[in-house]
């Protein structure tokens, strides 16, 4: 497939990644399938930890099995998400300029750079995040210390008035700072997003991925974050979709399903998970090189290197103790 190295559109972009990932489908999604892969596998494992407690009547413990399972998971999880999102953004880069990508060759890639991704991916997600984890916190510790123990009706069996005065007050802030707090997150969100193809294509350290991140996005941040919202509608459409029968038969038995049951539902969200993840990582790789085209002519740096135009090498300097050159040899005239 022919590099387009020119400045897109947004709608462009759309098309663009929509032609990469029908005509690479197994590719990416094979790629994509990896993180996938080990969701499912946690969550199998999780399930059959609980069935075996159920069976052992260990029911009681069930609540600390699950808060162990997600301890276990959530590193797990990390780790996989990272590296498969990593993997596409080195495969979407070959195939954008017209390289072979595989799925081996994209991990090979990826995998002596995993601790620099995994450091850059945990720089972003708290910077972005840690207002959501502090007002939910600080929301948490407000309710357990002085409106749980006495609760919010007095003995009476009537409420009380200022414990419920103080509770929709604090309800409301904490609403308001929240809607603050996801406005901050979006915005970072866009000065981050491309962070990562800038750390994969130009092997950069993570604070230096980072800045360039800032620097690349300026002026297609808008644009950035109605490709994201795209993303979202889709995952969220296709969930509704896939899980609207697990919803279903969950509600009709007052939260419990049969074992089968659960293992189908993580099932069918392995290949939903395989199926969403390659259309954000083509997406925003696809900005980074555009960003690169409008701000530093990639285009044209790209066209002199593949005819051999590229500025040539600067020369070897000689070593400080060679011997100089002998003198031309003086004329028998003189």
């Known amino acids: 497939m022919e590099p387009t190295l020119r400045p897109l559109t947004l ?4 098309d663009r990644t929509a032609q990469l990932y029908r005509a690479h489908f197994l590719l990416l999604s094979g790629i994509a399938s990896v993180y996938a892969g080990a969701l499912l596998a946690m969550s199998l494992i999780q399930i059959g930890v609980q069935v075996w407690m159920q069976a052992h009547q260990r029911t009681g413990q069930l609540v600390w099995a699950s808060v162990a399972g997600v301890l276990v998971m959530w590193p797990v999880v990390i780790v996989a998400g990272g590296l498969a999102v990593a993997a596409n953004n080195r495969a979407v880069a070959w195939l ?6 595989s799925i081996r060759g994209a991990y090979i890639s990826i995998l002596p750079r995993l601790g620099r991704l995994l450091w850059l991916m945990t720089i972003t997600t708290v910077v972005v995040w840690v207002p959501f984890v502090l007002l939910y916190a600080g929301y948490v510790a407000f309710f357990l ?13 009537s409420a009380d008035p200022q414990k419920m005065l103080l509770f929709v007050s604090v309800t409301l802030v904490f609403l308001v700072l929240l809607l603050a707090a996801l406005v901050y997150a979006v ?8 962070a990562v193809p800038a ?5 950069l350290k993570a604070r230096v991925a980072i800045r360039r991140s800032i620097e690349l ?13 795209l993303v979202v509608a889709i995952d969220a459409g296709l969930v509704m979709i896939t899980q609207m029968f697990f919803m279903i038969s969950i509600f009709k038995h007052h939260g419990q399903i049969a074992t089968a049951t659960r293992v189908l539902q993580q099932v069918v969200a392995f290949f939903t998970n395989t199926f969403v993840g390659p259309i954000y990582a083509t997406g925003f790789t696809l900005f980074y090189y555009d960003q690169r085209v409008r701000k530093e002519g990639f285009d044209i740096e790209w066209m002199m290197d593949a005819a051999g ?3 040539p090498e600067p020369p070897i300097p000689p070593a400080e103790d060679a011997p100089l050159a002998d003198p031309a040899p003086e004329s028998a005239n003189e």
Request: hydrophobic share 45%; with cysteine; charged share 15%.
């Open 11 to 14: 709608g462009e972009i759309l």
């Open 96 to 101: 954008h300029l017209g390289k072979p990508a």
């Open 145 to 157: 210390l002085y409106i749980k123990p006495q609760g919010l009706m007095q003995s009476g069996g």
């Open 187 to 194: 915005l970072m969100a866009l000065r981050y997003a491309l």
């Open 199 to 203: 750390c994969v294509v130009e092997d």
């Open 217 to 229: 996005s300026k002026g297609a941040r808008g644009r950035i974050f109605l490709l994201g919202l």
């Open 309 to 311: 135009l590229g500025a």
